[in-house]
């Protein structure tokens, strides 16, 4: 008999479930298209860009408006349920409140799993193919990644520091290059080329056009010329310079190798580990959003479906809002990373939870 309620329960989630995301992701998406029509008629591209543009864009959509539609799907279940007169035959059949939500949590933690796989694997690779269909075919930025820096320094191991007049990320290559080893905490060896490149092969960095100077001492530095010169330097350009964080277009895993690169060159990372952490508990935000949207309900105890979608897309938006805010404080340290990603969704949880218990529903 329990299961039968349960599965009742449950089924009545998963269709408005499926119509809201649906259309919160449409909504997204000619917003999306309407700010950038622009560049798409001015571009001249043609049926097809635009399409994959929309295509590779979804995956995206659907992991940002999973939370909203869960909160709809919610408020249009339980609320149908209180309009039949169902809530109350559960009631008078001996079904505590909070045991009638249980079905809809366990569907709402269901969305957030399949939520962070899709945000894990397909969206970030898909998106970062959106940006690049936007950015270099049709504003024709080819550096949109910022993977080319001027005059940068940087270490590339134990006491070697490079300096560079251009780093090049697209050709892995630097002009103007100056290598300084160091032993001991004082100067040992300096290669000053016209140009480098790495050579994937070898699995090192070769210096063209150049001088190598060693110092030994107090004797007269040994000044060599050369055309080409195998340097030591095995660390790849990858984890040199930097390109520039798309935070959409990057994985879990992916801002854990980034937060090691940025480790080993001694850089600033708290937009990074910030980012982690909104990432590991995006999934959360579906259990809140239900817990949400039963507290409205049962302190509301209305059901029109016209005023159910409204409250789901403004106070969707207004949790998405909250995240986006606590994100900048982590990426300002206002907050610390696991702060910045867990305080939304346990904030609305606490508040939804001393909803259902005015509602006498725990």
């Given at each position: 008999?329990?299961?039968?309620?349960?599965?009742?329960?449950?089924?009545?989630?998963?269709?408005?479930?499926?119509?809201?995301?649906?259309?919160?992701?449409?909504?997204?998406?000619?917003?999306?298209?309407?700010?950038?029509?622009?560049?798409?008629?001015?571009?001249?591209?043609?049926?097809?860009?635009?399409f994959r543009y929309v295509f590779y864009q979804t995956p995206y959509f659907i992991v940002k408006m999973t939370p909203i539609a869960t909160l709809m799907a919610v408020l249009f279940s339980l609320g149908?349920?209180?309009?039949?007169?169902?809530?109350?035959?559960?009631?008078?059949?001996?079904?505590?409140?909070?045991?009638?939500?249980?079905?809809?949590?366990?569907?709402?933690?269901?969305?957030?799993?399949?939520?962070?796989?899709?945000?894990?694997?397909?969206?970030?690779?898909?998106?970062?193919?959106?940006?690049?269909?936007?950015?270099e075919k049709l504003r024709g930025r080819e550096d949109w990644q910022r993977v080319i820096k001027e005059d940068v320094t940087f270490s590339a191991g134990d006491e070697v520091f490079v300096s560079a007049?251009?780093?090049?990320?697209?050709?892995?290559?630097?002009?103007?290059?100056?290598?300084?080893?160091?032993?001991?905490?004082?100067?040992?060896?300096?290669?000053?080329?016209?140009?480098?490149?790495?050579?994937?092969?070898?699995?090192?960095?070769?210096?063209?056009?150049?001088?190598?100077?060693?110092?030994?001492?107090?004797?007269?530095?040994?000044?060599?010329?050369?055309?080409?010169?195998?340097?030591?330097?095995?660390?790849?350009?990858?984890?040199?310079?930097?390109?520039?964080?798309?935070?959409?277009?990057?994985?879990?895993?992916?801002?854990?190798?980034?937060?090691?690169?940025?480790?080993?060159?001694?850089?600033?990372?708290?937009?990074?580990?910030?980012?982690?952490?909104?990432?590991?508990?995006?999934?959360?935000?579906?259990?809140?959003?239900?817990?949400?949207?039963?507290?409205?309900?049962?302190?509301?105890?209305?059901?029109?479906?016209?005023?159910?979608?409204?409250?789901?897309?403004?106070?969707?938006?207004?949790?998405?809002?909250?995240?986006?805010?606590?994100?900048?404080?982590?990426?300002?340290?206002?907050?610390?990373?696991?702060?910045?990603?867990?305080?939304?969704?346990?904030?609305?949880?606490?508040?939804?939870?001393?909803?259902?218990?005015?509602?006498?529903?725990?």
């Amino acid at each position: 008999m329990n299961r039968i309620f349960y599965r009742y329960i449950a089924r009545s989630f998963w269709a408005p479930f499926g119509f809201g995301l649906g259309v919160f992701c449409l909504l997204l998406l000619f917003g999306s298209l309407f700010d950038n029509l622009n560049f798409f008629m001015k571009s001249g591209a043609g049926a097809g860009v635009f399409f994959r543009y929309v295509f590779y864009q979804t995956p995206y959509f659907i992991v940002k408006m999973t939370p909203i539609a869960t909160l709809m799907a919610v408020l249009f279940s339980l609320g149908g349920m209180m309009a039949k007169g169902e809530w109350k035959a559960g009631l008078a059949g001996g079904w505590k409140p909070f045991d009638m939500l249980k079905p809809l949590l366990a569907c709402a933690a269901l969305a957030g799993a399949g939520q962070f796989v899709l945000q894990e694997t397909a969206a970030p690779d898909f998106f970062l193919r959106s940006e690049y269909l936007f950015e270099e075919k049709l504003r024709g930025r080819e550096d949109w990644q910022r993977v080319i820096k001027e005059d940068v320094t940087f270490s590339a191991g134990d006491e070697v520091f490079v300096s560079a007049h251009v780093f090049d990320g697209r050709r892995k290559a630097m002009e103007r290059v100056v290598v300084n080893v160091y032993k001991g905490g004082r100067l040992f060896q300096e290669v000053n080329a016209s140009f480098a490149y790495w050579q994937p092969a070898a699995k090192n960095w070769f210096f063209n056009d150049g001088v190598m100077i060693k110092y030994d001492g107090d004797r007269k530095p040994e000044i060599r010329h050369f055309a080409d010169y195998r340097s030591s330097i095995s660390v790849p350009p990858e984890n040199l310079v930097l390109e520039k964080l798309v935070p959409e277009g990057v994985s879990s895993l992916d801002v854990l190798k980034r937060l090691r690169r940025l480790k080993a060159i001694g850089a600033p990372s708290s937009a990074e580990r910030t980012l982690l952490w909104v990432k590991l508990s995006a999934p959360l935000a579906n259990p809140a959003m239900a817990l949400i949207g039963a507290a409205m309900v049962l302190m509301m105890r209305r059901n029109n479906k016209f005023f159910s979608f409204g409250l789901a897309l403004g106070f969707g938006f207004f949790f998405w809002a909250v995240i986006i805010m606590a994100q900048e404080a982590g990426n300002a340290e206002m907050l610390y990373p696991a702060a910045a990603g867990l305080a939304p969704a346990l904030g609305f949880s606490l508040v939804s939870l001393w909803g259902l218990r005015r509602a006498r529903a725990i």
